[in-house]
């Protein structure tokens, strides 16, 4: 039996994904958290950390950085030095300052996830989307709609890398082709990386895109974060690597007055992620990629239901199109939810025949979601 496999009960705890529907059947997949409990080693970090008593304004711990600067060289042979990482309590404050930073309008692969198309528009701009396409079962980038999308007043690229909903994770060929793109028309490019350590699919493996070269780390802020990786969104601490000197301080000049400083709990926990948290991790995937492999059988099997395999994230982007047009016109998240199954409805991130289905959880309930999937989209 896997540590995953136990169910830990979240009512009354706040949390978003379960009180919303507090004293309902429902089966919640929807908010992007896990119903896993951290590893031991970040919570007894906490509890160490909070017996002593005293929570004033909190500096990263002194090996902190350290450990990103390791981490940026061991996975991914990318050098990056100590400064050029900046603290920050959320990865979405991270996109809503980077979108002041660029300072223009944004480009965007779609369907995607629903703070990408508010952050341009918070800082005054426009957001433009360009959507994925689907070859041979992958989804695919169209360089060419990107190009016919661009406007004088196009200054930057938000990049969600992996990918939230599709699951994509980008390959070299693609990323180098954006950082290309990116310098061609001299656009900014930000990069959420949030997703970049669940890899679900063992012969990829994550690229930062700031790692390619000087050509493109001199205009990316990369974002990224141990909050989905070791399941402590709750603890508000993320962190941006941006190597040009003057694009750092353009952020951080953004960020001032507005962004608070990342919490005494947060570093805490982070510190001990990075330090104490492979192992877990390695766990986590494993149990993930059987969970991925699950929702796929189950899926395949329902007629009018469709989904690509989920290369990285614990999110599945599920097609329910057929189904719609050849019964009704019903929403399909409203069709799940009417069968004690709660979703994310696929229009918020631009595209009303989907649903995304949160597959982070322990099997027992994923077996329960998926059995109440199937008798939703039955059609008997
Ligand atoms: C791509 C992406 N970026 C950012 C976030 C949220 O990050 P934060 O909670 O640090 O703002 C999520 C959460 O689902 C996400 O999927």
Redesign the pocket.
């Known amino acids: 039996m896997s540590q995953f496999d136990t169910i830990i009960d979240r009512s009354g705890t706040g949390s978003e994904k379960w009180d919303h529907y507090a004293s309902q059947d429902m089966v919640p997949m929807w908010v ?1 958290d896990m119903d896993f409990a951290a590893p031991k080693e970040i919570t007894s970090a906490l509890r160490d950390r909070i017996e002593h008593g005293v929570f004033g304004y909190t500096n990263p711990p002194d090996e902190l950085n350290d450990l990103i600067v390791q981490r940026m060289l061991t996975r991914y042979q990318w050098t990056i030095d100590s400064e050029s990482i900046v603290w920050i309590p ?4 991270a ?1 809503n300052v980077s979108t002041k930073v660029i300072g223009g309008d944004a480009l965007c692969l779609t369907p995607i ?1 629903p ?1 990408f198309y508010s952050a341009p528009k918070q800082a005054g701009h426009s957001f433009i989307g360009v959507d994925l396409v689907e070859e041979s079962g992958v989804w695919s980038l169209d360089m060419e709609a990107l190009k016919s999308a661009l406007t004088p007043e196009t200054k930057g690229f938000l990049l ?1 890398s992996p990918h ?1 909903p599709s699951g994509r994770m980008w390959t070299e060929k693609e990323l180098q082709q954006l950082a290309g793109f990116c310098k061609e028309h001299d656009l900014l490019m930000c990069s ?1 990386e ?2 970049c350590d669940l890899i679900i699919d063992e012969q990829r493996k994550h690229i930062p895109i700031a790692s390619l070269g000087t050509d493109i780390s001199d205009r990316t802020i990369t974002i990224m ?1 141990p ?2 990786t070791w399941n402590i ?1 709750g603890l ?1 601490c ?1 962190f941006v690597i941006i190597q040009d000197t003057s694009l750092r301080h353009r952020f951080k000049k953004a960020m001032a007055g507005i962004v608070p400083w990342v919490n005494a709990l947060g570093f805490t926990a982070a510190h001990a992620a990075y330090k104490y948290g492979e192992p877990w991790l390695q766990e986590l995937r494993t149990y993930l990629r059987e969970n991925e492999a699950r929702v796929r059988e189950v899926i395949r099997a329902i007629p009018g239901l469709r989904m690509l395999p989920v290369e990285a994230t614990y999110l599945g982007w599920i097609d329910c199109g057929v189904y719609l047009d050849e019964t009704n016109q019903e929403k399909p998240w409203d069709i799940c939810e009417k069968h004690g199954l709660a979703v994310s409805p696929g229009h918020i991130f631009g595209n009303d025949r989907y649903i995304r289905l949160n597959f982070g959880c322990s099997r027992p309930l994923l077996e329960k979601g998926l059995k109440r999937l199937q008798i939703a989209f039955s059609r008997e």
């Open positions: 992007a959320g990865v979405v404050t996109l996830y703070p969600c939230n959420d949030i997703h974060a909050s989905k969104p508000g993320s």
